[in-house]
């Protein structure tokens, strides 16, 4: 099992900035990846981000290239999103995964955390 605990969403203004946190603890495996999803009220969750624990590949969706950076730190076994140029449409539940690379950038996670709310106000 894994446990992932979130932290940092807000409310902010457009232009503005977030980070957030998820800690995770529990088990690892081959391949292990941490990602970031969102979902905004009548949509769809989507990818938003993931990290590739063993080289630090890092995987993001367009929408968010330029602005997101996902990162880690090892010690803590801590995956960060800092968002920058926050825009409106960027609101929503933001939730942390975990899972083999192949699962996490599939959308396919099997590991979630509780979600963090996002608001971006223009």
């Known amino acids: 099992q894994v446990q992932l605990v979130e932290s940092g969403g807000g409310l902010v203004q457009a232009g503005g900035s977030l980070r957030l946190s998820c800690a995770a603890s529990g088990r690892t495996f081959s391949n292990y990846a941490m990602g970031w999803f969102r979902q905004a009220p009548g949509k769809e969750r989507e990818f938003v981000a993931a990290y590739r624990w063993s080289d630090g590949s890092t995987y993001y969706a367009d929408s968010v290239k330029g602005r997101f950076t996902i990162s880690r730190d090892n010690a803590k076994n801590t995956v960060y999103l800092q968002m920058n140029s926050l825009k409106p449409e960027d609101t929503a539940v933001y939730y942390c995964?975990?899972?083999?690379?192949?699962?996490?950038?599939?959308?396919?996670?099997?590991?979630w955390g509780q979600g963090t709310q996002v608001t971006v106000s223009s």
């Open positions: 995964a975990a899972d083999s690379i192949i699962r996490v950038v599939a959308s396919m996670p099997d590991y």
